[in-house]
């Protein structure tokens, strides 16, 4: 299985900050990556595809990059709605695989 | 709007199967993947398989002794099933639209297998 490894578990940021999480997988998977918001109690809910593509209906201020092994989620200007647990998920390979997630806070 | 709901007994017995259904409203299953993934209470996420509407499926290798999972194009439903469950089994189970990439989710069903 290909293991995904996001940094940092969570973090703490203010209203209008920039927020960059990392996700790196074990080994090579293109661009094949995907990411998630999760709030409490809800279902996750595609942000990102392919590593840089915005789903649509998705807010401009997320974004991501990368290939190969190593990827990027970039919120531009935090917002209280951001309040999450934002996962990274592979799917190159099956099975298909998670990062451990990331909780973002409010400072 | 594709729409998933999930349903099944919110209880499981140590041992016994576990069985879900998931409605989807607002679009075929036959035009595309879908696929079950579960989350245990406080954890993180994990794919336990998928169908496509020919009938072929793909399991993760760690639970694809016990695993079920069938279509039926009739009633636009999923369903899932997964046998001699343990405690490490309890987890909110999700039905999602898509093989790779999951665009569309259920609200979610917990199930909580009990002693």
């Known amino acids: 299985d290909i293991q995904m490894t996001q940094s940092p578990s969570s973090l703490s940021a203010s209203v209008g900050d920039r927020v960059t999480i990392t996700c790196q997988a074990s080994q090579d998977i293109n661009n094949f990556l995907n990411w998630y918001q999760q709030k409490p109690g809800k279902a996750p809910n595609l942000l990102i595809y392919?590593?840089?593509n915005l789903q649509t209906g998705v807010p401009s201020r997320f974004s991501g990059s990368g290939s190969g092994t190593d990827f990027s989620f970039t919120i531009s200007s935090l917002q209280p709605e951001d309040i999450a647990t934002y996962y990274c998920?592979?799917?190159?390979?099956?099975?298909?695989?998670f990062g451990q997630g990331t909780k973002v806070e409010i400072k | 709007q594709v729409q998933l709901q999930e349903s099944g007994p919110g209880l499981v017995k140590l041992s016994e199967a576990l069985s879900l259904t998931c409605t989807v409203s607002?679009?075929?299953?036959?035009?595309?993947?879908w696929s079950w993934i579960r989350q245990p209470p406080g954890k993180g996420l994990e794919w336990i398989g998928y169908?496509?509407?020919?009938?072929?499926?793909n399991y993760n290798p760690s639970l694809k002794s016990r695993v079920t999972i069938s279509g039926d194009p009739s009633k636009n439903q999923l369903s899932l099933k997964l046998s001699s469950v343990t405690a490490a089994d309890t987890a909110v189970y999700y039905c999602?639209?898509?093989?790779?990439?999951?665009?569309?989710w259920g609200q979610g069903s917990l199930v909580t297998v009990s002693s």
């Open positions: 998920q592979q799917n190159d390979n099956l099975p298909r695989t």
């Open positions: 999602a639209r898509g093989g790779r990439t999951f665009d569309y």
């Open positions: 392919d590593a840089s």
């Open positions: 607002g679009g075929s299953i036959s035009d595309h993947y």
């Open positions: 169908i496509y509407y020919s009938g072929s499926t």
